[in-house]
């Protein structure tokens, strides 16, 4: 019943940008915390940003401070990761997480959108 869909992954140039959208159904959206991880090849996964749900704090990864910027529409139950100033280091597969408000709930995973960076 819930489902998180990413999309707009793709290939860019090295300082390309990219916007990553995450479509969340079968759950309040609203009160559910949502992030971006990403896994490249062979390496752990790992948290690159964070969204609350309630007064809509971020957080991010030192790594792409200043390039990416996470961004919620509770309207649209969609959360945003825009990515600029693309490096090769950011390919991997990006991921989106819902996590309830309680730590009785279970958290949801969306099936991951590619993106790559390189020339």
């Known amino acids: 019943q819930v489902q998180l869909v990413e999309s707009g992954g793709g290939l860019v140039q090295p300082g390309g940008s990219l916007r990553l959208s995450c479509a969340a159904s079968?759950?309040?959206?609203?009160?559910?915390?949502m992030s971006w991880h990403r896994q490249a090849p062979g390496k752990e996964r790992e948290l690159v940003a964070s969204?609350?749900?309630?007064?809509?704090?971020?957080n991010y990864v030192n790594s792409v401070k200043g390039r990416f910027t996470i961004s919620r529409d509770n309207a649209k139950n969609t959360v945003y990761l825009q990515m600029n100033s693309l490096k090769p280091e950011d390919t991997a597969v990006y991921s989106c997480?819902?996590?309830?408000?309680?730590?009785?709930?279970?958290?949801?995973w969306g099936q991951g959108t590619q993106v790559t960076v390189s020339s």
């Open positions: 969204i609350a749900s309630a007064n809509g704090i971020t």
């Open positions: 997480k819902a996590d309830p408000p309680f730590p009785t709930g279970r958290s949801y």
């Open positions: 079968g759950l309040p959206f609203s009160v559910y915390a």
